[in-house]
């Protein structure tokens, strides 16, 4: 035995998980990581049409796809 109860084990728990509770809203962690993914899969659907388009509306295009990954911040 290593001398805790199973209340201490539970206290020292639900201490860490307020503390990480309380750094994820500070640091905004999840938000960023689905922005972040929405803003890759705008540029996954944006490089798939450019596929079949012609050369001049291709340029257009990839310049929108590399201000859209200039935009990407962490």
Sequence with gaps: ELGISRQ???DAL??????I???E??????DKFYQINNQID??????ESILPL???????????V?????DIRI
């Design 8 to 10: 201490g084990v539970r």
């Design 14 to 19: 639900k201490k860490a998980e307020n503390i």
């Design 21 to 23: 509770s309380e750094i």
């Design 25 to 30: 809203e500070k640091l905004e962690l999840a």
């Design 42 to 47: 705008n540029i996954k659907k944006k490089l």
């Design 54 to 64: 012609e050369d001049e509306k291709k340029s257009e295009l990839v310049q929108k």
């Design 66 to 70: 590399i201000d859209d990954i200039s």
